[in-house]
């Protein structure tokens, strides 16, 4: 989870400013991909890689030190690992333990 959440923060911060949303049933949309209100784990899973792809310029599914931005946590990072980790914040982060999570559950920060 430490690994995690440096790269998650960084592939959060590559979105444009105005282009994040301010709501979070407008931020639910965005996982959302079947609409039904919820978001399913590989919903969540699929929305959050699609910056870790976006950086992985060479196609390798493996974020190398010169495809990251300068700083200290330059550490080569696969995109299987990253969406174990991904995983498991989704279990935490779904409270009720349903196997979704509700615009509640994803506004509050992982368990």
Do not use: K, W
Not at 66 to 75: H, I, K, N, Y
Not at 78 to 102: E, I, K, T, Y
């Amino acid at each position: 989870m430490r690994r995690l959440l440096p790269l998650l923060s960084l592939l959060c911060a590559t979105a444009q400013a105005t282009d994040y949303p301010t709501a979070v049933a407008a931020y639910l949309a965005r996982f959302d991909r079947d609409g039904d209100g919820r978001i399913a784990t590989q919903e969540y899973v699929d929305y959050l890689s699609a910056g870790f792809r976006e950086m992985d310029a060479d196609g390798d599914g493996v974020l190398e030190a010169d495809e990251l931005p300068p700083g200290p946590r330059r550490v080569p990072r696969s995109l299987a690992a990253f969406q174990a980790d991904l995983r498991a914040q989704f279990r935490r982060s779904d409270r009720n333990h349903d196997g979704f999570l509700s615009a509640r559950e994803l506004a509050q920060p992982p368990g």
